[in-house]
């Protein structure tokens, strides 16, 4: 089984419309991170969390927010979608030597 | 301010040739030091990272990076190139960022192999 899950792995959406995109690690990390990912602009942190009461904005956190359920599961929310949050959205896990591990991505798309 | 430069955003090879990827970095200390590699429709996977100690880090898939400090760089190797390595591929730097540690990325290298 895969260490680092994400559900669901494609999801088209509405603007408007509320989506929660879901992460599960079995690694035991403390750390885990939700990015996206663009085309020519690499990876982008969007909320980071190092413990289930830490959770720390990233570079592109507006119009996001996230939720850290427990140590394996940490959530990311859209609110209100809008199209330029079309993107593939990844989770990671890390331990303290911040080497991240990934999980498969989301290919979310808003229209 | 910390950063991560690959210069190179698209790079095409013929198989069986010789490869390296450019990683420069911006960082005060000493950098932990990563290369991922990610496959069409697929996650990251860590190709190797440096911590200390040697210099020359080997990694999965026959690559191996070297990290020179009176350069700033990280750069990826491997000596002969398969079909199987187009992907794209990331390098990464593990910093300090205010209280917290988090990674700096670069914004990618596109490998493309020609048969």
């Known amino acids: 089984d895969a260490d680092v899950t994400q559900t669901p792995r494609n999801r088209i959406t509405k603007t408007g419309k509320r989506i929660m995109l879901e992460c599960s690690q079995t690694?035991?990390?403390?750390?885990m991170y939700w990015y996206r990912q663009d085309p020519g602009l690499g990876l982008r942190l969007i909320y980071y969390?190092?413990?289930?009461?830490?959770?720390n904005k990233g570079e592109i956190s507006d119009g996001y927010s996230v939720s850290r359920q427990a140590q394996a599961k940490f959530s990311l929310s859209l609110e209100s979608a809008i199209p330029n949050q079309t993107a593939l959205y990844f989770c990671?896990?890390?331990?303290?030597?911040?080497?991240?591990?990934f999980g498969p991505g989301t290919r979310l798309t808003v229209l | 301010a910390q950063s991560v430069t690959q210069p190179d955003i698209h790079i095409t090879v013929s198989e069986g040739a010789s490869l390296e990827l450019r990683c420069n970095y911006s960082?005060?200390?000493?950098?932990?030091l990563f290369w991922y590699v990610q496959s069409p429709g697929q996650g990251l996977q860590l190709l190797l990272k440096?911590?200390?100690?040697d210099t020359l880090v080997q990694g999965i898939k026959g690559f191996e990076a070297e990290f020179k400090r009176s350069q700033s760089s990280f750069n990826l190797r491997k000596p002969s190139v398969h079909w199987s390595d187009a992907a794209e591929y990331f390098c990464a730097v593990g910093a300090w960022a205010g209280n917290n540690r988090k990674l700096i990325w670069g914004l990618g290298t596109s490998l493309a192999v020609n048969p």
């Open positions: 960082y005060g200390a000493t950098p932990y």
């Open positions: 990671a896990t890390s331990d303290l030597d911040d080497e991240q591990f």
């Open positions: 440096y911590f200390s100690g």
């Open positions: 690694k035991g990390h403390d750390r």
């Open positions: 969390s190092f413990d289930v009461k830490d959770i």
